[in-house]
């Protein structure tokens, strides 16, 4: 259908029942690279054409110079800086919005002083409405098309006593005649759902802000999250601003790692599908315990991992447990069965599961390198004082059209050990230039298995280099070395060029490839002469000297056989 505004009218039929019919509005916005969708079946964003799970922090303005490098590898995805929308600081904010899109990072983009109001250091002095109205326009307008660019962040904590709800509504309009191709977002306080159901006409996500700790259990968060879920479940999704502050004001000491762990999980388990921390400033300021920030970036990782369960439109299969203190949440994807537990008490748990339908096998504990029996569709495991713990379980075999090839000298050609989780297991890693640049198995696109590796390089020529894993050769043997791999033009800071990924096996040559947006396998030999100085051992090298995004899959090593004579007995010549 042709980019445009459109009725749509369905009739739907129940054999006992009278027919349901209902109309609304379709529009389809002409294709825009850096357009961020809603799918309202999931609460999930389809960011770069592949399902998003924010997963990110406040922090202040002007932004760290080295904050976004410092923190995208630990996984986080998304930040969103106070600021002041003025003139004297464009340059600011152009600097971080240009820093994330190097990166690979978005920004969930605060228009506070010139929008909803509220927020930390928001309010504008001495201008005028009309001028207030002409900034807004203007910073939509400069940002709108930047990389970026995640969503529009128009009021924090709104009552209608502040501002009104049609008074947002306008706001929410606005901007939306201008730019239609990107969310609009509002936070909201105690009491979290009856006031985000009055302001509903100006949000496409809901947004709450529970801090509970030390005064309150740090399970509050999940019965948020449930509350917000339970009201606008397929409309809006549903985000928590989850507490990693504390020590002042109300709030006596911050989370500890295992409640901020908790506070995430339970929210996630109750429907929240993105987490926004309160609040980060480097290195050690907020939070001031650098543990509790370390697990932050742990569950970063942890929620990369599993964006295709969380997201997942598969109709799944109900895990129950017995101990009401134990949230559960199970999603199915592509074969395999996730299931999310947290224990909401300080003291260790023993968690029965079971699963509703027959299952065979064995229970993966993800992060953890351990397996638990299934039996009689149960299983049980020990959730640890506020623990989280994540199972997946084989329900069949993906049918991949890529195999390993026999006598291949890789090991985890195909990025699938989660050992630990989010890297890839099997090779070391250098820094060629940029601290930002990126090296993350990525569980949402793979030509084999459930992984590739994802590399994103900032600038040109300051990539990561991977050295995989040695393995043995012999001098006077060609070494074939094949790759399957793809790129994101679009992703390119320089989108005139070509992108390209380099390949080499010890100091016995090196070979570039051009990149596709299609995923293809690339394949050469190298030959390792028979002399004295010949190692016995090498590595395969591989890095993305091109800057944006590139995701790798099946690295394999065969040794080149020679074919010396025929296989047929009737040839007694031998090829040479």
């Known amino acids: 259908m042709a980019p445009s505004r459109y009725e749509v009218s369905a009739l739907i039929k129940y054999s006992d029942n009278a027919p349901m019919e209902a109309t609304g509005d379709l529009t389809i916005l002409q294709y825009k690279r850096n357009e961020v969708k809603i799918d309202r079946l999931t609460g999930g964003l389809i960011v770069d054409k592949k399902l998003f799970f924010p997963f990110g922090f406040y922090c202040y303005s002007p932004v760290q110079a080295t904050l976004p490098e410092e923190?995208?590898?630990?996984?986080?995805?998304?930040?969103?800086?106070?600021?002041?929308?003025?003139?004297?600081?464009?340059?600011?904010?152009?600097?971080?919005?240009?820093?994330?899109?190097?990166?690979?990072m978005k920004v969930h983009y605060n228009l506070l002083s010139v929008s909803g109001g509220g927020g930390v250091g928001s309010q504008l002095e001495g201008i005028s409405?009309?001028?207030?109205?002409?900034?807004?326009?203007?910073?939509?307008?400069?940002?709108?098309?930047?990389?970026?660019?995640?969503?529009?962040?128009?009021?924090?904590?709104?009552?209608?006593?502040?501002?009104?709800?049609?008074?947002?509504?306008?706001?929410?309009?606005?901007?939306?005649?201008?730019?239609?191709?990107?969310?609009?977002?509002?936070?909201?306080?105690?009491?979290?759902?009856?006031?985000?159901?009055?302001?509903?006409?100006?949000?496409?996500?809901?947004?709450a802000d529970p801090y509970p700790i030390p005064d309150m259990r740090p399970s509050y968060t999940g019965t948020v999250a449930k509350s917000l879920y339970n009201e606008f479940s397929g409309k809006n999704p549903v985000w928590i601003a989850t507490q990693s502050f504390g020590g002042g004001e109300i709030w006596k000491r911050e989370p500890?790692?295992?409640?901020?762990?908790?506070?995430?999980?339970?929210?996630?388990?109750?429907?929240?599908?993105?987490?926004?921390?309160?609040?980060?400033?480097?290195?050690?300021?907020?939070?001031?315990?650098?543990?509790?920030?370390?697990?932050?970036?742990?569950?970063?990782?942890?929620?990369?991992?599993?964006?295709?369960?969380?997201?997942?439109?598969?109709?799944?299969?109900?895990?129950?447990?017995?101990?009401?203190?134990i949230s559960v949440l199970s999603k199915q994807y592509s074969g395999k069965l996730m299931i999310m537990a947290a224990n909401k008490t300080n003291i260790t748990r023993k968690a029965d599961f079971s699963v509703s339908r027959p299952i065979r096998g064995k229970v993966n504990v993800l992060f953890q390198?351990?397996?638990?029996?299934?039996?009689?569709?149960?299983?049980?495991?020990y959730l640890g004082p506020y623990g989280t713990q994540v199972y997946l379980i084989d329900l069949y075999t993906k049918n991949d059209t890529v195999?390993?090839?026999?006598?291949?000298?890789?090991?985890d050609p195909g990025f699938e050990d989660l050992s630990s989780p989010g890297v890839p297991s099997a090779c070391y890693a250098w820094n060629i230039g940029d601290r930002g640049a990126t090296y993350f198995t990525d569980s949402r696109d793979a030509v084999e298995g459930y992984h590739s590796l994802r590399l994103v390089t900032?600038?040109?020529?300051?990539?990561?280099?991977?050295?995989?894993?040695?393995?043995?050769?012999?001098?006077?043997?060609?070494?074939?070395v094949t790759i399957w791999a793809k790129g994101d033009k679009e992703s390119s800071s320089d989108k005139s060029k070509t992108q390209y990924f380099e390949i080499s096996?010890?100091?016995?040559?090196?070979?570039?490839?051009?990149?596709?947006?299609?995923?293809?396998?690339?394949?050469?030999?190298?030959?390792?002469?028979?002399?004295?100085?010949?190692?016995?051992?090498?590595?395969?090298?591989?890095?993305?000297?091109?800057?944006?995004?590139?995701?790798?899959?099946m690295v394999q090593v065969f040794e080149g056989s020679e074919i010396k004579r025929s296989m047929r007995p009737d040839i007694k010549t031998p090829f040479f």
């Open 71 to 104: 923190e995208v590898v630990n996984g986080f995805n998304m930040i969103s800086p106070y600021q002041q929308i003025l003139p004297q600081t464009l340059d600011e904010r152009k600097a971080y919005m240009d820093r994330c899109a190097e990166l690979g």
């Open 129 to 207: 409405p009309d001028s207030i109205s002409f900034l807004l326009i203007n910073e939509i307008e400069t940002f709108m098309d930047h990389p970026a660019l995640l969503a529009w962040y128009i009021s924090d904590e709104p009552f209608p006593s502040r501002i009104s709800p049609d008074s947002l509504s306008g706001i929410y309009e606005q901007i939306k005649n201008i730019d239609p191709w990107h969310p609009i977002s509002i936070v909201f306080m105690t009491p979290f759902t009856s006031t985000a159901k009055q302001y509903a006409n100006a949000f496409d996500v809901v947004i």
């Open 256 to 325: 500890t790692p295992s409640e901020v762990r908790l506070m995430t999980y339970q929210s996630i388990i109750n429907g929240a599908t993105g987490i926004q921390f309160f609040i980060r400033h480097g290195l050690n300021v907020f939070p001031k315990s650098t543990t509790t920030w370390a697990e932050c970036g742990k569950m970063a990782v942890e929620i990369q991992e599993l964006t295709p369960w969380l997201l997942s439109n598969e109709q799944t299969i109900p895990v129950t447990c017995p101990t009401a203190d």
């Open 369 to 381: 390198n351990r397996n638990i029996p299934i039996s009689s569709n149960s299983f049980s495991d």
């Open 403 to 411: 195999k390993p090839f026999p006598g291949n000298l890789i090991i």
């Open 458 to 480: 900032p600038k040109q020529d300051e990539s990561i280099r991977l050295r995989f894993y040695p393995f043995n050769v012999k001098g006077g043997s060609t070494y074939y």
């Open 505 to 553: 096996l010890g100091n016995y040559g090196k070979k570039q490839f051009a990149l596709t947006d299609d995923w293809k396998q690339y394949i050469h030999g190298f030959y390792v002469p028979y002399d004295e100085n010949t190692p016995a051992k090498l590595n395969v090298a591989l890095s993305m000297p091109s800057p944006g995004k590139g995701w790798f899959d």
